[in-house]
């Protein structure tokens, strides 16, 4: 019965489309065992080597070739799509919570769209539309956030009624439905024929394909690919791409120099039928039922039904056991939730008879999130891979963003969110993969409300201070693998109604997250940073100011003690990374940039600082435990503590300085917060982390010290329109769109990365801008909270996207940051946006569906800052008064 | 009327009762791992009973199950004294003087029996001194008697039983001079009780049966699957045996007259039982002591009623059947339960579901459609219901629970139904009875590994 399957799954004509391409793989098609000579033997070199034949491999050659590249050699351990490829249940579903996710699938369908047109290979590409259910008003939430998006790009979409979803669809039970969303363009592909489709059309721009042919390891020498080694021979290249699917991981710990990729696979399982006894169209509207965690497509006249248990069956843990994966059992078991939740949605399928139930493995990894881009370690080391299982969904888009990524240096959206370098060596355990894919993979059906952690994988990097403060009600939530505080339940509260937070409307957590900011604000407050990630830079000479000034957009040649904060910016001007740098001494510098920047900003650095022994770079992350001071009375215990002065006269803001606190010596102090109140950071060697950690706590209790989390200092740094890098801050924004030209130095005296970019933008103006918009008429305690990824509107048309919010206590509203766009009405090209754009318009943010008035200011509240104001702050505010 | 899941379950844990044995550092190594027991009522009060000792002066463990008629006094009765008056039979001539002498001069006595009771297994304290006295008359002629000859179990089995019952009928005859006891051993006696006691010492295994209370030996074959021994006859007129025997101890002229409808002279199920004086005796022994009896002995018409065509009694007895089985490796439980359990489940399906919660190992076979025609709501039917017998395991922490369980709840596939099982477990009082009888099981859970020693050994 499988192998019946497989020939009606993959239409065979795809090979008399390409007669060229025939002669070197067809006759290796119709017999598998024989071992036949090889007809075209491997080139002995190429610009680009893709190993893997799968959807994403032949997309990616596809786009490569269409880009002008021509000299690419596509492997393919066994035959074309013959993996999860061929196996996958086909649907291309816009449906998507990350925007980025969202344009790759849009992309996709529009791609498959043509793809048969252009290139006679028949893609069973019919569109259907697809119909996803809402059991639960929470749900129908969840679905009103996605539709907004949909609709602001453009997708036609909207939320329906039960009785609408029963007009679309003549088998769905709809009693136990509050609602739907309906996707009239998404559709249904054969997804093996698209990929042949695409290796067929890049076979044609010259792409060279050969089955049957496996790379044991990828060859490097000082960093960069040079080669791949297959069992037909070796092959010099320039660039590798691991399209490996679920082999990537281990294909990328295979060579000398690993490349860590964090996926692993899990069993996926769904039921194709016979044909209804009145065949179901070939349009009927493909069903998502989240709720009973499954998907019902039709296939063939019946159904094809599939879906995310909540007990998944991680495979290949240990690696990999056997080459093909056709064989996997089938278990009915295992099923059976599924199964049931299929026959509640679709009663009159009783009768129908089943064909077969099939085992087809996907890859999952740790964050739901695709894995995309160049490996921080090997230099043209490529990685596609870890779709979670929307692979056909995403493959069109991801194949061109990679693309255009090696092409171009970088793709034409920002995709940090899928960047390779968004993990490290940490995520890569099978251990740590294994049970976090567990937790992924029911994750695809739960409900994804704001504010939710994982947690498994957790308690991996801790601070010292873990346990103390964890004795004191710290809730976590983890980022790279280090474990932060939310905020602290104090004691006395009811635990468990805490920790079921979860809710689209204001958290319990929200008068707890109130007190620490106020304490903040009005006494002192200690919040444990550690997971930041510290660099050292030194050099013998000059070489390191001279690099980093290279580097970095702000001048860095300070006096010695002074901290400064840049942009790290790409040539287009855009924010790689948002640091702190503090001038220890002439030749060293120590900087600070967000927690996930620890793999991105060291593979940055690495490329771009001189390559001579002068310049020493060290992550000293591991060996500083942070401590932020923040409130007015910080300054009391600070000084208090080391019988020094530390009043603005003796230690101006944005100064550094060794110093002792309590007994311990060498301790970093610095005056900066990362939310704009008055305050310390101390950097403490992770030794002496529990003694200063006391003394802080023992001499703050006469000022009113408690401890607090993120939470409250993300409510702090929003109401103050601070942007966070991997937040609002991303690869395609300037220091110039947000309003940071005070943190540039164009007449620094030297070149800078990105500095054409900026002046160009300083001459003719932004395409966008970083707005901060207060909201009106939204009521904190009944209306929905707004997250991010909100729409904006201005005058009632779209003008971007929400990055982040957060309630103000202190202005009593909810606070969203975001960027506006000035597109034409008329064509939709997008036009400088002025100052006066931003001001002359009434502003509505949409949060599920519900908008909601904004008031949009392009600069702080001045009464929220309290302390006095540096060199630096009185330039923001004449640039924002321009 | 509905009963939730948490209400069934505490109506059916209620008289849940578990004993492992200890292990002390490997030394008191046993064949018995230990038991589970429960009972589920039908009558009000419950008429079965049950027991567990291990036998302190000789080795071995005895667990029993009895079930009354006719009221619970004489199944309470035989609860309390049968494993006391099986253990003095075993006992050696040594320690039965060695206890004689201790009694005599007012010693502390060795205790004879570590009793494993639930709470609500009561022994009753009124009588205990006038069943002691009985007990001692009993081993003073077991000392008199000094046969020299080493003590087999089948034989003190056999006499245990038959003294007892021959106690019961006595105590009844003499009467007592406070009138609660003299009510009480009347009671007992006019009242009637199977028996099936399991007494297990390293590899060998004796059943003693009365009635029609079952043993059946759990065995798992070398492929893991599960079957059933029976290691009891069952004592009614199903049995042929049975039947023949009563016919051969009563004159011919009786043959018809004496099973009818099944019945012992159309009255009683069980063949063989403790008590049931009324099958026991001559009519003018009954007529003597029923008159001289307290009155609501008299008042009640069921005593005064004599069995039709009662001519030669007696017709009923406690000799027990005794079975012995060398212990096995594949042997891996022994379940003794009252006809109530038997009544609706078969043997065969007992040795699956106790095999499989013992091992929590489910041998389902994967399913594969293969070329099959299957549809849908077939599969899904398929599914459920294997589902329902691996979810019902692991709500017991009890075999025995787990047994009735699905002897109350079992629908027509053989898996546990919810709505089955809270309906018959809601059953007003007077209706119970008649949809169900008392349930008794005990779970006895064998030790593989001593057993195979034992083996090794011989």
């Known amino acids: 019965a499988a192998a019946m399957f497989l020939r009606l799954l993959s239409d065979v004509r795809w090979r008399a489309a390409n007669p060229k391409w025939r002669r070197m793989t067809c006759s290796r098609r119709s017999t598998s065992s024989t071992a036949e000579p090889h007809p075209v033997s491997l080139p002995a070199q190429a610009q680009v080597v893709i190993c893997g034949g799968g959807i994403m491999g032949t997309s990616v050659a596809y786009h490569l070739s269409k880009m002008g590249w021509k000299d690419i050699v596509l492997l393919e351990q066994g035959r074309l799509a013959a993996g999860t490829t061929r196996f996958c249940a086909g649907i291309v579903s816009t449906a998507r919570h990350v925007s980025i996710e969202l344009k790759m699938a849009d992309y996709s369908n529009k791609l498959y769209q043509q793809l048969e047109q252009e290139t006679g290979v028949k893609t069973g590409y019919v569109k259907t539309g697809s119909i996803s259910l809402a059991q639960t008003q929470d749900r129908l939430i969840s679905l009103k956030r996605i539709a907004s998006s949909l609709n602001v790009m453009g997708i036609p979409c909207e939320i329906i009624t039960p009785k609408q979803v029963a007009q679309l669809h003549p088998l769905i039970n709809i009693h136990d439905l509050v609602g739907a969303m309906y996707v009239p363009e998404d559709a249904l592909v054969s997804s093996a024929n698209v990929s042949l489709a695409l290796a067929t059309a890049a076979s044609r721009n010259g792409v060279q394909i050969h089955e049957r042919t496996s790379v044991s390891h990828v060859l490097v020498q000082k960093g960069r690919v040079t080669g791949v080694e297959t069992d037909r021979g070796q092959i010099q290249c320039q660039y590798f791409v691991n399209c490996a699917g679920q082999w990537a991981y281990e294909l990328g710990h295979s060579g000398e120099e690993p490349v860590n990729i964090p996926l692993h696979a899990c069993e996926h399982f769904y039921l194709l039928t016979h044909p209804l006894k009145e065949p179901l169209a070939s349009n009927l509207p493909t069903i998502v039922d989240p709720d009973g965690r499954i998907y019902i497509r039709n296939w063939q006249g019946g159904i094809l039904s599939g879906g995310f248990e909540k007990n998944p069956k991680p495979l290949f843990t240990e690696g990999r ?19 049931s939740a299929l026959l509640r949605r679709m009663p009159d399928l009783e009768a129908l008879q089943i064909m077969q139930l099939v085992n087809c493995p996907e890859s999952f990894t740790p964050d739901m999130r695709c894995i995309m881009g160049e490996s921080p370690t090997v230099r043209g080391y490529f990685v596609l891979a870890g779709m979670n299982s929307a692979g056909i969904s995403y493959g069109g888009g991801a194949g061109k963003y990679l693309a255009e990524w090696m092409v171009n240096g970088y793709p034409s959206e920002n995709v940090w969110p899928l ?13 740590f993969l294994r049970h976090r894919v567990m937790e992924v993979m029911p994750l695809m059906c739960d409900l994804k409300v704001p504010r939710w952690d994982f947690q498994t994988g957790r308690q991996l990097r801790t601070s010292p201070l873990y346990d103390r403060l964890d004795a004191q009600g710290a809730r976590w939530m983890e980022k790279h693998g280090f474990e932060r505080v939310k905020y602290f339940v104090p004691p006395g509260k009811d635990l468990l109604d805490l920790d079921q937070s979860k809710t689209f409307y204001k958290p319990d957590w929200f008068d707890i997250v109130g007190s620490e900011v106020k304490c903040c604000k009005e006494a002192v407050c200690v919040i444990d940073m550690s997971s930041f990630t510290k660099f050292e ?28 904060h840049t942009g790290m910016l790409n040539e287009k001007g855009g924010y790689e990374n948002d640091c702190s740098i503090a001038r220890l001494s002439k030749r060293s510098f120590f900087m600070i940039s967000p927690t996930d920047q620890q793999v991105h900003c060291w593979a940055w650095l690495k490329n771009l600082l001189p390559n001579d022994s002068n310049v ?3 992550d000293v992350t591991w060996k500083y435990t942070a401590l932020n001071l923040i409130g007015p009375r910080a300054v009391d215990v600070l000084s208090e503590l080391s019988y020094a002065p530390m009043t603005p006269e003796h230690f101006p803001s944005l100064f550094c300085k060794e110093m002792s606190v309590g007994y311990a010596n060498g301790i970093r102090v610095m005056s900066i917060t990362h939310t704009g109140e008055p305050g310390f950071m101390l950097y403490i060697p992770i030794e002496y982390a529990l003694h200063v950690y006391n003394e802080v706590m023992n001499m703050g209790q006469k000022y009113g010290i408690r401890n607090a989390g993120y939470y409250a200092l993300r409510s702090l740094r929003i109401e103050k329109f601070f942007a966070f890098w991997g937040q609002d801050l991303d690869a395609f924004t300037t220091p110039m769109e947000c309003g940071r030209e005070f943190q540039v130095k164009l007449e620094k005296g030297m070149e800078f990365v990105g500095q054409e970019a900026l002046l160009e933008q300083k001459q ?11 909201l009106e008429d939204h009521d904190t305690d009944r209306d929905l909270w707004p997250w991010w990824g909100e729409p904006i509107f201005r005058n009632g048309r779209y003008v971007g996207k929400t990055t982040s919010s957060a309630y103000s206590y202190t202005l009593e509203r909810h606070v969203c940051l975001g960027f506006v766009h000035h597109f034409d009405e008329k064509t939709g090209e997008q036009l400088v946006v002025t100052t006066d754009f931003i001001n002359q318009g009434e502003y509505e943010i949409d949060i599920a569906g519900q908008r909601f008035q904004a008031k949009a200011k392009l600069y702080p509240f001045s009464s929220l800052f309290t302390h006095r104001r540096r060199k630096d702050e009185v330039e923001l505010s004449s640039y924002q008064g321009e | 009327f509905y009963l939730t899941p948490p209400q069934v379950n505490s109506i059916l844990k209620a008289n849940e009762y578990s004993f492992k044995v200890p292990e002390f550092d490997g030394k008191n190594v046993s064949s018995v791992l230990g038991f589970d027991s429960n009972q589920l009522p039908a009558n009000a009060p419950i008429e079965d009973r049950r027991s567990a000792a291990t036998c302190l002066q000789t080795r071995g463990m005895l667990l029993g199950v009895f079930d009354g008629h006719a009221g619970c006094a004489c199944a309470q009765a035989v609860s309390e004294r049968l494993f006391y008056y099986i253990a003095v039979s075993l006992l050696p001539h040594e320690t039965l003087l060695e206890i004689e002498n201790a009694v005599e001069s007012g010693r502390a006595l060795l205790p004879i029996l570590q009793w494993h009771k639930h709470p609500n297994d009561y022994f009753s304290k009124e009588a205990s001194k006038l069943y002691f006295n009985s007990l001692r008359t009993y081993w003073q002629e077991l000392i008199d008697l000094n046969s020299g000859e080493t003590t087999d179990v089948k034989e003190a089995l056999i006499n245990a039983f038959k003294r007892l019952d021959n106690d019961i009928s006595l105590e009844a005859q003499v009467g007592d001079p406070n009138s609660f006891l003299n009510y009480l051993v009347l009671r007992v006696a006019f009242s009637g009780a199977t028996a099936c006691v399991a007494h297990v010492d390293g590899v060998d295994l004796h059943i003693a049966n009365t009635g029609d209370s079952r043993a059946m030996l759990g065995v798992q074959e070398e492929d893991g699957s599960w079957s059933a021994v029976n290691l009891s006859y069952d004592h009614n007129a199903q049995n042929e045996h049975e039947v023949k025997r009563v016919k051969m ?3 011919k002229s009786e043959e018809k007259s004496l099973v009818k409808q099944d019945r012992l002279l159309g009255l009683l199920m069980p063949f063989r039982a403790f008590g049931d004086v009324k099958f026991k005796w001559s009519i003018e022994l009954q007529k003597r002591v029923v008159e001289s009896g307290p009155d609501q002995l008299n008042d009640n018409e069921y005593t005064k009623f004599i069995p039709p065509n009662y001519h030669t009694p007696p017709y009923l007895t406690a000799e027990p059947e005794v079975i012995h089985h060398k212990l096995r490796p594949q042997d891996k439980f022994l379940v003794l339960a009252t006809d109530g359990l038997w009544e609706t489940m078969h043997r065969q399906d007992v040795a699956r579901i106790v095999g499989e919660y013992l091992t929590g190992v489910h041998h389902q076979q994967p399913i594969a459609v293969g070329g099959y025609k299957v549809t849908l709501g077939q599969m899904h039917g398929l599914l459920t219901e294997r589902r329902a017998r691996i979810s019902s395991v692991f709500e017991d922490q009890n075999a025995a629970t787990h047994l009735i369980r699905h002897a109350v709840g079992n629908n027509e596939f053989g898996t546990v139904d919810h709505e089955r099982l809270s309906k018959m477990l809601s059953l007003p009082e007077e209706l119970a009875r008649m949809y169900r009888d008392d349930i008794t099981i005990i779970v006895v859970q064998f030790n593989s590994h001593v057993i195979g020693a034992y083996q090794n050994e011989e």
């Open chain 1, 616 to 618: 020493t770079m060290e």
């Open chain 1, 764 to 774: 003719n103006g932004v395409y966008k801008r970083f707005t901060m918009f207060i």
């Open chain 1, 321 to 339: 056991n056997q080459l093909e994966i056709h064989n996997l059992q089938e278990d009915w078991d295992h099923f059976e939730p599924l199964l």
């Open chain 2, 249 to 251: 101890e009563h004159p």
């Open chain 1, 537 to 564: 830079i030194s050099s013998t000479g000059d070489q390191a100011l001279e690099s980093l000034q290279y580097l970095f957009s702000n001048d860095l040649d300070v006096p010695v003690g002074h901290v400064v």
């Open chain 1, 419 to 431: 960047d390779l370098k968004r993990f490290g060596t940490l995520q890569s355990s099978r251990t």
